[in-house]
C-alpha cells in the first residue's frame, strides 16, 4: 500500500466516495451514515483543491484517507506534520475485511505519513489523530526505545501520537 496525495482524477474524493458508497450499500449500509464523509466534503468543495488530502491504496482499493498538514507549532522548535480527519473504507467499519486487516491499514497509513515526513513534507515531528482512543493499541509497540527505532520521542495519550524523529543522518550511522 502507498500513501499518495489526492490529486490523479482517478484517485478523486468523488471516485473514492462511489466506491466506499457501493461497498456499504452492497451489505444493506446506508453510505450517508458513516461518519467522517462531510469532512471530506468540505475539503475538496474547490475544484481541484486537495487541502493536504492523502489516501492510502493498493493497485485494488482506497483504504483510507486523511488530511496532512505540514506547520510551524510553538511547542515544537522545526515544522511538524499533523495527520487528522482519519477514515478508512467501509468494509473495515462493517466487518467486511478482519480486525487485523484495519490495524494494518492504520500502521501503513502511519507508515506512509512518518515516510512523507522524510521526503516531500520534511518535518521532524508528527501529530497523528487516529480515530478512536482504542486504536492506540496498534501502536503501543513503538514506544519501546530500540537502537534502530526512527523515533527519538514516541507517546500516545488519548488517540493522539506525537513523536520526534531521530536525524537520518544520526541513525544510519
Known sequence: MRLLPLKDPERSWRNIKAQW?????????????????????????????SQGLYYLADAARVHALCQVRRMLMSKYPTPALSARFVNVSPIYDL?????????????????G????SRDALAASHIRFFLKSPGDSQFFAALKAETPLSPFSRFTIEGALIECSLKDAKAAAS
Open 95 to 111: 466487518g467486511l475485511a478482519a480486525a487485523g486487516d484495519y490495524a494494518q491499514v492504520l500502521v501503513a497509513l502511519f507508515s
Open 21 to 49: 458508497k457501493k461497498d456499504a450499500e452492497g451489505v444493506g449500509e446506508e453510505f450517508a451514515t458513516f461518519g467522517g464523509n462531510a469532512v471530506f466534503d468540505a475539503l475538496t468543495s474547490k475544484e481541484g483543491d
Open 113 to 116: 505519513v512518518v515516510w512523507l
